[in-house]
C-alpha cells in the first residue's frame, strides 16, 4: 500500500522556479529519503507534505485516496525538525502530553508512561528541556511526535545537531522504530552516508528534479550520471585508454570512474605507472594523490597509514575489471 503519492509537484518563489515535475510514491512502512545539497528545495517537499506551504502545483496524496489538500489528513502526519521544535517552559513529561490532550487523564497517564519507558527517558521526565543533552532532546521530539499515532513521519536533518557517535547510535535506534510502528517517512538529507545507512530508497535532486531514484544499492553502484556517482561517494576518472583494456563495450564518449575505496596501487609492475604528486596522513589511512606516467588523469589512493609500502618506488595502479562503472 502506497503511504504517500506525490505527483507532477512543481513550486517556485517569485521568480525562482526551485522544484519542477517531482514525482514519487512511499509504501507503507518504508523509509525514501530525498537526497540533495543545501537549498535545493528538499525541506519545501517536506513543509508541502505538512500543508505548512499551499503555493505548490501538482497533487499529494496520503494513502492513496486523501489528497492532502484536504485539511482532515493533517492529523496522520507527525514532523520532526531539524531544531527539534521543543516547548522551552515545559519539562519533558508536559512537552509529551501536549500530544495527549484528547484523552482522558488515565488514558493519557498510561500512554504518558508507555512513551516514557519505550524512548528511554522515564528518569529524565520532570527534567526541563535545558538540562537534557542534545540526544535526550531529540527522543523527546520523536516521543511527541509518536503520541499522536501518525500514519507518516517527515524528517528534516534529524540528526544534524548531533555530534558523530551519536548521531549513529541515533540512527540505527531511529531506524528500528520506524520499522516496528510500521510508518512510510521520508528522511530530508545533504548526508551521503546519512542516506545510504537509513534508507530503503533514495531520490537524488539535482537541477530542480529527481535525476535518479533506487535503493542504496542501485543508485551506488549503477548510477545514471556523474552527478550522482560524485554526490554518493568519492570517485576517480579513468582514462578512456586504460578502460578499454578492461571493458570492450566502452566508448570515449562514457564517463568512466571508479570509486576511491576500490582504487588499489601495488609495486608489482604493469602499463598503468603512476608517481605520487602528494599525500596526507588521514589517522588510519595515508590518502595519496596520483598522476598516470602517460596521462593528465589524477587519482586518489588511500593506503593503511601502518601499511609497509615503498612509496619511493614506482607504483602501478591495480584494479578490478568488476569495480569499473560506465556511464
Not at 556523474?226 to 578502460?243: H, M, Q, R, S, W
Amino acid at each position: 500500500m502506497i503511504g504517500i503519492d506525490v505527483k507532477n509537484f512543481s513550486i517556485a518563489f517569485g521568480d525562482t522556479q526551485i522544484l519542477e515535475n517531482v514525482s514519487f510514491s512511499v509504501e507503507a512502512g518504508e523509509i525514501f529519503t530525498i537526497l540533495g545539497p543545501s537549498g535545493c528545495g528538499k525541506s519545501t517537499i517536506l513543509r508541502s507534505i505538512a500543508s505548512l506551504q499551499d503555493n505548490f502545483k501538482g497533487d499529494i496524496f496520503l494513502n492513496e485516496d486523501c489528497s492532502l489538500n484536504k485539511n482532515k489528513c493533517n492529523s496522520d502526519i507527525g514532523y520532526i525538525f531539524q531544531d527539534y521544535a521543543l516547548f522551552p517552559h515545559l519539562n519533558v513529561q508536559q512537552n509529551i502530553e501536549f500530544a495527549l490532550d484528547k484523552l482522558t487523564k488515565n488514558e493519557k497517564q498510561k500512554k504518558l508512561n508507555k512513551l516514557l519507558k519505550q524512548f528511554d527517558l522515564t528518569e529524565h521526565r520532570h527534567k526541563e528541556i535545558h538540562e537534557l543533552s542534545g540526544g535526550q532532546q531529540q527522543r523527546v521530539s520523536i516521543a511527541r511526535v509518536i503520541a499522536y499515532e501518525p500514519k507518516v513521519l517527515l524528517l528534516d536533518e534529524p540528526f544534524s545537531n548531533l555530534d558523530s557517535l551519536l548521531r549513529n547510535k541515533t540512527k540505527i535506534w531511529l531506524k528500528s522504530l520506524i520499522k516496528e510502528l510500521g510508518l512510510s517517512a521520508i528522511l530530508v538529507t545533504h548526508d551521503q552516508k546519512e542516506a545510504l545507512s537509513m534508507s530503503d530508497k533514495i531520490a537524488i535532486i539535482n537541477d530542480k528534479t529527481i535525476i535518479q531514484t533506487g535503493t542504496p544499492q542501485e543508485l551506488f553502484e549503477t548510477p545514471k550520471s556523474l552527478y550522482v556517482a560524485k554526490f554518493l561517494g568519492d570517485i576517480n576518472t579513468l582514462p578512456f585508454e586504460i578502460a578499454k583494456t578492461f571493458k570492450t563495450n566502452v566508448t570515449k564518449n562514457n564517463d568512466i570512474i571508479i570509486r576511491v575505496n576500490k582504487t588499489f596501487i601495488t609495486n608489482e609492475k604493469n602499463s598503468f605507472e603512476l608517481f605520487i604528486q602528494n599525500f596526507s596522513y588521514c589517522g588510519d589511512y595515508l590518502e595519496l594523490e596520483l598522476k598516470f606516467k602517460e596521462h593528465e588523469n589524477t587519482i586518489s589512493v588511500r593506503i593503511d597509514s601502518k601499511e609497509d609500502f615503498d612509496l619511493s618506488a614506482p607504483l602501478y595502479l591495480d584494479i578490478s575489471e568488476k569495480n569499473i562503472i560506465i556511464i
